[in-house]
């Protein structure tokens, strides 16, 4: 044996350390006035049964309780003083980063030790407690959904609360070719009715006045879809204000925002509101980065339906090719009204915020990391 190296009077272990064993977690010194104390009990014995060949059973029957409740009193003391022993600590897999475009090089995730008990059950039912924390987001022009990261602070998606320019563009082109085609069939209606008046009255005149009515039903039941699509750009072009932003609690307490603050780069804004019973996530301890199959849940409001949980897997890191923005791919759900609510682990702890799916695809959604979030709002979250 090394003479360096200390050996565990219980389990034999071997180790560097001379206070605590590393493998059992005895405290050396406890333990061993607990050996005296025995061997001391042992010498007793020893003394009585010279004195006396046949002890009485009355005293072996002390004995016993005194050796028994030396130990309990040793190691329990030990526990309490010294607390439980720390867990060992594994190193967490590194994850290497899978891009859509194998021709971008990203570097992995650096593996750091993470302590195998650093991500506690606090809740009893973690998804609950995240569903508590998520709240409802309704905007002139829409619903989503966001979360309590800071107290008085709610992150979301940008498209939430702010109008996407490329979007409104072309929501805007929609709306003028709807006006410009209804007021052709309008001109169209007036020349028939031209048109039936000049006729003499018989099959042919009556056939054009059907004609005229059917054209006149259809452009009816138009024209309310089309004043809704009025109304909507007339909001859409509306510089939106904090005081335009309504957030409706888990409990449905309802409240308006203070201040709004969206990112430049990413799909991220950060709402400040001041409320009570406010709920909310951490991020899982030691930042510890997901790995491909983990399963995973979605919380928002699609359609409209409030605190709606998806569950589904964690698919792998993916890379923007526009601008290089890292995304976590999901499977969960994530529908309109899904959009800035939290992406949560098994505990409950937040990775990411929903923010879209791929057009004409099933099951292929994407998250904001969480760590870009802080990142992002540094200032605020710190």
């Known amino acids: 044996m090394d003479e360096s190296k200390v050996c565990c009077p219980k389990c034999q272990h071997e180790q560097n350390g001379q206070v605590e064993c590393e493998a059992c977690g005895i405290i050396f010194a406890r333990y061993n006035r607990f050996l005296q104390k025995q061997k001391e009990q042992e010498e007793i014995l020893q003394t009585g049964r010279q004195q006396q060949k046949t002890p009485s059973r009355l005293l072996q029957v002390v004995l016993l309780v005194i050796v028994t409740a030396s130990v309990t009193y040793y190691f329990s003391r030990g526990k309490t003083e010294q607390g439980i022993p720390a867990a060992n600590t594994v190193e967490s897999p590194t994850t290497t980063i899978q891009e859509v475009h194998p021709e971008v090089k990203t570097p992995a995730h650096s593996s750091r030790p993470v302590p ?141 925002a203070n201040h709004l603050e969206v990112s430049q780069k990413h799909d991220l804004a950060l709402l400040s509101l001041y409320a009570s019973n406010q709920v909310l996530l951490q991020r899982p301890a030691g930042n510890t980065p997901l790995q491909q199959g983990d399963k995973v849940y979605t919380i928002g409001s699609p359609v409209g339906l409030r605190n709606t949980v998806t569950a589904g897997i964690f698919s792998g890191y993916r890379k923007r090719e526009a601008d290089g923005v890292l995304l976590l791919q999901v499977d969960a759900p994530i529908n309109p009204g899904n959009s800035g609510g939290p992406l949560i682990d098994e505990k409950g702890y937040v990775c990411g915020v929903n923010t879209m799916i791929l057009r004409n695809t099933q099951g292929i959604g994407f998250a904001v990391p969480i760590e870009t979030v802080y990142e992002e709002f540094q200032s605020a979250l710190q």
């Open 116 to 256: 195998r008990n650093a991500i506690p059950a606090t809740h009893a039912n973690p998804i609950e407690h995240a569903s508590n924390a998520t709240v409802s987001i309704e905007t002139p022009w829409g619903v989503g959904s966001g979360f309590f990261v800071k107290e008085n602070y709610i992150v979301t998606n940008k498209h939430v609360v702010e109008t996407n320019k490329e979007e409104l563009k072309d929501f805007r082109s929609k709306v003028q070719t709807h006006s410009e085609l209804i007021d052709l069939e309008n001109q169209k209606i007036r020349e028939m009715h031209q048109k039936m008046n000049e006729l003499p009255a018989g099959p042919t005149r009556k056939q054009l006045a059907i004609i005229i009515e059917k054209h006149k039903e259809e452009l009816a039941k138009f024209m309310p879809q089309f004043e809704q699509e009025e109304k909507q750009l007339k909001n859409l072009e509306k510089h939106i204000q904090p005081g335009d932003i309504k957030i409706i609690m888990a409990n449905g307490e309802k409240y308006t």
